[in-house]
């Protein structure tokens, strides 16, 4: 029990010094989450609003494929990428492997089936008068969808905090495509996994303080904004 | 009528859901600045055919032509003029005052709204001061559909189309509506279709009424129907069978028919039984409710046959001679070779 609290004492001590190993995986975490999280959520939002307001032929196959994706392992996603970017993979020639752009290209395919299935589930259960009313109001085609997505913003908003908090936690893509690199392309997790295994859990618990911390700054802003 | 006194004009209306058909209108014309009701029951149609005036829908077969144009939904020439108020309104998740003002923002009508709104507001008896920044889960459900009426009058409508507008709101809220919808057409000239069982109400405002029963329409107003099933007594003769042990009785169906009607200028009203005859139906019943019809000054009443109910129109001298009431034990009358099918 002693080294947990000797642990979180000096974690403080880690983050109000400005340790640089520290501070430097705290900044790519949030780089990279950031960036992943602007690319799903403009890929996302769109294609879940098509296939929860839309009825067309493979709807449901379609559908069926998105939830699947939901279930991807990321080592697996971390795996493909790896092979994507790799230098021997089709796009090796641009240099993406064992960096942050690399790391968000693979944290993007792991939340955009999350924003769009949720989104898509949350366009589903619109209430079906919605339209009604809207065309009645002399709403035209656009302002229909931009008014459905406004009446559904907490469903989406819900989608974009379940899939930052996916991104924000996992090792598997950030370890295999990143490689770990220290003041390169060492986020939070992967830090945390080897400060732990060095037996550094002091390092270890400080990078957990600041992820439970993003995730509660992130949720009280939601909250807030609910609130308006 | 003449086509420039016509909002509307439906020819060979077919719509389907799936491959259920649910209105079957051969033609219906709307004048401008009058009062429609649409009486029938539920299921009938009354919904999907204001749907379809709405514009909110396109029929599966058919035009609708709107002073004269054939429109469709989202065209410049029915946006913002035509709106419908349903049953249960949807408030979009915003305050009361953005609910009543989205009509006018989404066509960049926004000069002088805070005025524009309060009028709206007080002409559905609601203060402005007290709900202009309220929620819209923080209302009742009389207050909810006064929202709703606001925000569709604050369009000036050329049409306002209402869908059971007062079956779920408490008395006050259905008076200030009823009241709105009247004042639409004194001051703004609104075309009013409306589909109510309020009948008392519908008979006193609308210039015209119109049954609906399975997608069909009669336009002589509420007709009575005589619904499956029959059997067949003889080559002749189909009957009815009432709960109660009465019959009617039917000239046999036509081909690719399934319901009867009596229409109501073929039935008649006595105290004493006539002499048995074969074409002749009789049947026992009780006045359930006499209403004054204002237009035309007849009385229609309607007469309970056990759990069926017949309506009839009567002139008030008949009444007096018969000392007619609602409650009084009556022998309704009509010939068999007066029902029709279809």
């Known amino acids: 029990m002693d080294f947990i609290v000797a642990g979180f004492i000096k974690a403080i001590e880690l983050l109000i010094s400005g340790d640089s190993s520290t501070w430097t995986a705290i900044f790519a975490t949030l780089k990279v989450s950031t960036c992943s999280m602007v690319l799903s959520i403009g890929a ?70 999350i924003v769009t299935a949720i989104t898509a589930s949350t366009i589903e259960n619109i209430d079906h ?95 807030f904004l609910r609130k308006q | 009528m003449t086509i420039r006194e016509l909002a509307y004009h439906l020819k060979d209306i077919c719509h389907y859901y799936g491959n259920t058909k649910v209105l079957d209108i051969d033609e219906l014309k709307i004048k401008k600045r009058s009062i429609t009701a649409l009486i029938g029951p539920n299921g009938s149609g009354k919904s999907t055919l204001l749907k379809l005036l709405a514009f909110a829908q396109k029929p599966t077969q058919g035009q609708i032509l709107y002073k004269g144009r054939k429109e469709y939904p989202f065209s410049s020439g029915i946006r913002s003029k035509i709106t419908l108020l349903t049953q249960k309104p949807y408030l979009l998740k915003r305050t009361i005052f953005e609910n009543i003002a989205y009509g006018l923002k989404i066509r960049k009508d926004t000069d002088n709204l805070e005025k524009r709104v309060k009028e709206a507001l007080l002409n559905v008896g609601l203060d402005y001061e007290k709900f202009e920044n309220r929620k819209w889960h923080e209302l009742s459900g009389g207050e909810a559909q006064r929202v709703a009426m606001a925000a569709r009058l604050i369009l000036k409508p050329e049409v306002l189309l209402l869908d059971e507008p007062v079956a779920s709101v408490d008395t006050k809220s259905a008076k200030l509506i009823r009241r709105a919808s009247l004042n639409a057409r004194q001051e ?3 075309t009013l279709v409306i589909a109510s069982h309020d009948l008392q109400w519908l008979y006193s405002i609308s210039d015209r009424q ?27 003769t189909h009957i009815k069978r009432l709960d109660d042990g009465q019959i009617i009785k039917l000239p046999p169906p036509a081909p690719k028919t399934c319901n009867a009607i009596i229409r109501k200028k073929k039935v008649f009203i006595g105290l004493e039984q006539q002499e048995e005859s074969a074409s002749l139906n009789q049947l026992y019943g009780q006045i359930a409710s006499m209403l004054f019809e204002k237009k035309t000054g007849l009385i229609m009443t309607t007469v309970t046959v056990h759990d069926t109910s017949f309506v009839l129109r009567l002139n008030p001298d008949e009444i007096t001679n018969l000392e007619l009431h609602p409650g009084k034990k009556v022998i309704l009358k009509f010939d068999i070779h007066d029902i029709e099918w279809i």
């Open chain 1, 44 to 113: 996302g939002l769109p294609c879940g609003f098509l296939l929860g307001y839309f009825d067309f032929r493979g709807k449901k196959a379609l559908r069926t494929f998105v939830d699947t994706m939901l279930a991807l392992p990321t080592v697996f996603i971390g795996l493909a990428v790896y092979a994507f970017i790799s230098h021997q993979g089709p796009l090796g020639e641009f240099n993406l492997l064992f960096t942050l752009t690399g790391i968000a290209i693979g944290q993007t395919i792991l939340a955009l089936p």
């Open chain 1, 129 to 223: 008068d919605l339209k009604l009313t809207l065309v009645t109001l002399g709403a035209g085609k656009r302002n229909i969808i931009t008014t459905c997505l406004w009446e559904v913003r907490y469903g989406i908003l819900a989608a974009a905090v379940t899939a930052y908090g996916r991104v924000l936690t996992e090792v598997g893509i950030s370890m295999m495509v990143g490689g770990n690199i220290k003041y390169h392309t060492r986020t939070i997790t992967t830090a945390i996994a080897l400060e732990t295994n060095k037996g550094l859990f002091a390092n270890g618990i400080a990078l957990g303080l600041v992820l439970i911390f993003i995730a509660f700054i992130v949720n009280l802003s939601l909250s």
């Open chain 2, 188 to 190: 703004l000239g609104t």
């Open chain 2, 210 to 236: 119109i049954s609906m029963f399975k997608g069909q329409l009669f336009s002589t107003g509420i007709e009575n129907i005589i619904t499956q099933p029959f059997e067949k007594q003889n080559s002749k």
